[in-house]
């Protein structure tokens, strides 16, 4: 254990450092600062729930829709955070590299962290919201964090691939947001999945996201929703996004990995 | 002192960087790419070091000298690891700490204090360990009252004293230097004259890249000369140091020559 501890003494003293200097730099000359953690998805929340719950009347039939609705949009932005934010990472911290040399995958999870500390400040809103309109909260709870850290990982993967990637490529980061901006349709945020036909859906939830949020609502909101097991109809399906993660997590790292050592010279 | 230890062993280092004319970085860039053959595609090798090798011991001054573009600042770049060596094998014994630049991560954008602690944990100090040379820093480098301001607003001369006086608190067992004495006033250059005595005095090995053969004569044991990205002198600093003064004059000499030429002719 000390022996651990002194192999990564140095990258964790960065990391730290790293997300003390983030979050300093964040909210920077705003008025209102750090209450922006907040209000960004409370507003934005606020916005589509007058679209979706009160005009097009799409959630009437889930318990908790508001809920329902701000957990997802919480944890998208999330996975929006860390993969976008950490795409021009590397590159924007090209001077530090060409300087000094330091384990610089640091530099992607200290992004990560980051996001990380925001989605908790998000989840302190969600639960005044959960204790306010009584939600039904599953006995299958004590699994959130598994699915947090599912989350995680998978997004930490995909930054680490994005950010190497941006290094050699530098279009990535536009394919990215399109990608995103698709994404965010493909997956069951804003509707039901009752709402579309059943061989939709079953594509649908083979995306991790959409497994990991609505596995989460249905443990902390409403037990009225499908996961991905109910979709599918056999418990075995949860193997395909979890296998899915580790294989990213494994493919990104090693990727990140073999280029790394010549960050400082592409960049 | 023939058997003290080599700290830095360098053993036939090459490095080239590989300089395509049209960069391919992005995603149309490498369909068309892929589309040309091989002897289409432009890609120029540039050598910026060849053939290099020497040893530094432990406790010694070493210095680098060599015009602009010979290969100096690369040969410590891989010396610190930044930049990977094509060939050829680097052996370093002991905590190494660069200053290719002074105040590496410095962020205008955070006060001084701030970067002090942004700047230590870069070169490997914990905020604990920051909190306690904390005075000792800005003692040293004399700008008490503006640490809660923002580093956009000091001078550039205020920024270098801060970087120097972080940088003279890192702890090494060896120290990589690039000409960081072209800065400051006079009295900052005696200040960093009398780091160098002192580091001299504690047995710190010190690698030191610089244009000023005053300091390689007075501080050096033993120098390399790069040029053309070769070693074309080692050993004594004074007879380095002397070589590349030369260097310059016969430059200068035979481009006077060829002026003088250029006129007759026309």
């Given at each position: 254990m000390g022996r651990l501890k002194q192999r990564y003494a140095y990258a964790i003293i960065l990391l730290k450092q790293l997300v003390r200097t983030d979050f300093r730099l964040?909210?920077?000359?705003?008025?209102?600062g750090y209450l922006w953690s907040l209000l960004r998805p409370l507003l934005l929340f606020f916005i589509l729930y007058v679209v979706f719950?009160?005009?097009?009347?799409?959630?009437?039939?889930?318990?908790?829709y508001p809920v329902y609705l701000l957990l997802g949009i919480v944890l998208w932005n999330y996975f929006v955070e860390v993969t976008s934010g950490s795409i021009s990472s590397i590159v924007g911290r090209g001077d530090l590299l060409r300087k000094i040399n330091f384990p610089k995958y640091v530099i992607v999870l200290a992004g990560s962290v980051s996001a990380l500390i925001n989605l908790s400040i998000n989840f302190l809103v969600i639960i005044v919201f959960m204790l306010i309109t009584g939600v039904d909260i599953s006995?299958?709870?004590?699994f959130a964090p598994l699915i947090l850290l599912e989350l995680f990982v998978f997004s930490l993967s995909l930054a680490f691939f994005l950010s190497a990637l941006f290094v050699r490529f530098r279009d990535i980061n536009y394919i990215w947001e399109v990608m995103l901006q698709g994404a965010f349709y493909a997956t069951p945020i804003l509707y039901p999945?009752?709402?579309?036909?059943h061989k939709a859906a079953m594509i649908l939830m083979l995306n991790p996201v959409a497994q990991m949020i609505q596995d989460l609502r249905y443990m902390l909101?409403?037990?009225q929703t499908q996961t991905i097991n109910q979709i599918f109809g056999?418990?075995?399906?949860?193997l395909f996004p979890v296998a899915l993660t580790l294989l990213f997590a494994y493919f990104s790292s090693s990727y990140f990995r073999k280029h790394s050592k010549y960050f400082a010279e592409e960049v | 002192m023939s058997q003290v230890e080599n700290v830095i062993e360098v053993k036939g280092v090459y490095k080239d960087f590989q300089l395509?004319?049209?960069?391919?970085?992005s995603v149309k860039g490498i369909f068309t790419t892929l589309l040309q053959s091989n002897a289409l595609r432009h890609k120029e090798t540039q050598?910026?070091?060849?053939d290099i090798n020497f040893h530094v011991k432990k406790g010694e001054f070493f210095g680098i000298v060599g015009r602009n573009g010979s290969g100096k600042s690369t040969l410590l770049k891989i010396l610190a690891g930044i930049y990977q060596a094509n060939k050829g094998g680097i052996k370093v014994s002991g905590k190494l700490v660069p200053f290719?630049?002074?105040?590496?991560?410095?962020?205008?954008?955070?006060t001084g204090r701030e970067n002090v602690y942004l700047n230590g944990a870069l070169l490997g100090f914990s905020r604990q360990e920051v909190d306690a040379m904390y005075q000792d820093i800005v003692d040293f480098a004399e700008i008490e009252k503006f640490?809660?301001?923002?580093?956009?607003?000091?001078s550039s001369g205020m920024q270098v004293r801060l970087a120097f006086s972080i940088a003279t608190r890192a702890k090494a067992d060896i120290l990589l230097i690039d000409?960081?004495?072209?800065?400051?006033d006079a009295d900052f250059q005696r200040k960093c004259f009398d780091y160098f005595q002192k580091l001299k005095g504690n047995g710190t090995t010190v690698v030191f890249v610089t244009h000023d053969m005053n300091a390689v004569r007075e501080y050096c044991d033993r120098a390399i000369l790069i040029e053309k990205n070769e070693i074309v002198a080692a050993g004594n600093s004074d007879e380095v140091a002397t070589k590349y003064t030369r260097m310059f004059i016969e430059d200068a000499s035979t481009e006077k020559k060829t002026k003088r030429k250029l006129k007759a002719m026309g």
């Open positions: 964040r909210y920077q000359g705003s008025f209102l719950a009160k005009f097009l009347r799409v959630g009437d039939r889930i318990p908790n006995r299958y709870v004590v999945l009752t709402l579309i036909p909101v409403t037990p056999t418990q075995w399906i949860r | 395509p004319h049209e960069k391919t970085s050598h910026a070091l060849k290719i630049e002074l105040g590496v991560g410095f962020n205008p954008e955070l640490m809660d301001q923002k580093l956009k607003n000091y000409e960081v004495l072209a800065v400051g």
